[in-house]
């Protein structure tokens, strides 16, 4: 190995060394018995039966790749089939698979903006999308989170342009489980008529009657201009799409994201089990509520115990803890003693709020709130 590669590989582990924030993969058992309070697998859908019995079988009939990237042989008529569903659920005429979350975000932000644009983002984006707006050329400024009236003071700033204003935000942020009120982003836009683009990831089966979620939840399904959406989370699968009510955004997509067009597509059991999932998703009306109303237990709960944290419904609770070494401490006596759960730390959140990132799913039984707690509380702060 090239000697100065490895001199300077080593210096930027070397600062992460020591500091609480080097990361290390832990492979996981396929039984590992503790409770499982860390992944996105909100609706318990990636071992329901009926999403498993989906893959089984598309397997058998399509194998196990798509075996080409989707121009070439690729795009099979379960993706279509797939993307088609996605956009009719959410009030879209158009949609589109990608290979992942992160591939689509980078391909929708990275690609519709242009030098000349500007493009509004809630400081607490996702990476993803950082990393499209950054490749871009287009002007980035960033709001405080979910704070709608500095958004609107920047709109009414913004001089008048020859280009596009975006506006980027979440439904339910990934590491913080709350939201902007979608309702009032949906009237600014018609005011200012700029391209909203929607990251629904979190959102997805949680939220909605139908469980297409936080736009239909809010009363305003398909406001947005652009969702970009995951099937692997709620979905319990693995890819990941985008939705629009313009064809164009589609073609432009097909024809120049690289994240599309140069790269095996996902393969057609992925695209089952997503298929599956949303048919579990769409009879769990009754549930939703109930699944939102654990969350607020939960938060209730951890408030009484003298643990700050955010109200709201949302699958994910974050547990901020601060400083980088208490929030492992927290993260290694909680897998110790029977929950899988992980340390967040910056740079993935901002630096003094390091949390345990609590996520919920259904099925999750009643009696992990109170060990959660008790073991919680013999830690000593
Ligand atoms: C808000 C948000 N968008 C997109 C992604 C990426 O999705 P995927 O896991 O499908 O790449 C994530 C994943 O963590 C996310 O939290």
Redesign the pocket.
């Known amino acids: 190995m090239n000697a100065a590669l490895l001199q300077r590989l080593r210096k930027s582990l070397g600062e992460r060394q020591g500091s609480s924030l080097r990361r290390k993969l832990v492979a996981r058992a396929a039984d590992d018995p503790r409770i499982n309070l860390a992944d996105n697998d909100y609706l318990g859908l990636a071992r329901d039966p009926v999403v498993v019995e989906a893959g089984i079988a598309a397997l058998r009939t399509w194998g196990a790749s798509s075996s080409a990237s989707p121009l070439v042989t690729g795009y099979t008529q379960l993706h279509q089939q797939l993307e088609q569903t996605l956009a009719a659920w959410q009030g879209y005429a158009h949609g589109l698979v990608l290979n992942?979350?992160?591939?689509a975000?980078a391909a929708v932000l990275g690609g519709l903006p242009k030098a000349g644009d500007v493009v509004l983002a809630d400081r607490l984006v996702?990476a993803?999308m950082l990393e499209g707006i950054m490749a871009s050329g287009a002007r980035l400024r960033r709001f405080p989170h979910n704070d709608l009236d500095a958004l609107e003071l920047m709109l009414h700033e913004e001089p008048a342009l020859e280009g596009v204003i975006f506006v980027v935000t979440?439904s339910v942020?990934?590491m913080d489980g709350d939201g902007p009120d979608l309702r009032r982003l949906s009237s600014l836009r018609q005011r200012f008529g700029f391209c909203w683009v929607l990251?629904e990831?979190?959102a997805t089966g949680w939220y909605g009657e139908t469980g297409s979620g936080m736009q239909e939840h809010q009363g305003v399904l398909a406001a947005a201009d652009i969702v970009?959406g995951?099937?692997?989370?709620g979905l319990g699968s693995q890819?990941?799409y985008v939705l629009s009510h313009a064809s164009e955004v589609r073609d432009a997509l097909v024809n120049f994201a690289g994240e599309f067009v140069y790269s095996t597509y996902l393969a057609p059991v992925n695209a089952a089990t997503a298929l599956a999932a949303i048919g579990r998703i769409r009879e769990l009306v009754e549930e939703r509520p109930r699944l939102q109303a654990m969350s607020v237990e939960w938060r209730d709960a951890l408030c009484a115990a003298d643990f700050a944290v955010p109200a709201g419904d949302s699958p994910i609770i974050p547990l901020i803890l601060g400083d980088s070494d208490v929030t492992l401490r927290y993260a290694e006596t909680l897998r110790s003693s029977g929950f899988m759960v992980s340390a967040i730390r910056p740079p993935t959140v901002p630096v003094r709020t390091g949390r345990i990132r609590i996520s919920l799913r259904r099925g999750l039984e009643a009696s992990a709130l109170p060990s959660f707690l008790s073991v919680l509380k013999g830690i000593s702060r």
């Open positions: 992942t979350g992160f591939a975000n996702h993803s979440e942020y990934s990251d990831a979190h970009v995951t099937l692997g989370k890819g990941a």
